[in-house]
């Protein structure tokens, strides 16, 4: 009995951190993306408006 509950327990962690893995690559997809976003409206605002202009849209 104490061997499935250790078996259960392992399978958890296991769900767990590959669930922490996918929540992290995740955010780092996301901050990537927002890393590009940035930068194309702070070029956009560049060429739009002739001028440098930091309003770029977070």
Not at 2 to 24: A, G, K, M, V, W
Not at 35 to 50: A, D, I, M, N, R
Request: hydrophobic share 25%; charged share 30%; no cysteine.
């Amino acid at each position: 009995m104490p061997h499935q509950i250790l078996e259960s327990i392992e399978d958890y962690f296991n769900s767990e951190s590959s669930r922490f893995d996918t929540l992290q690559r995740q955010m780092e997809y996301k901050d990537s993306q927002m890393k590009q976003e940035k930068h194309t409206s702070v070029l956009y605002h560049q060429v739009g408006s002739g001028k440098r202009s930091a309003t770029g849209r977070l």
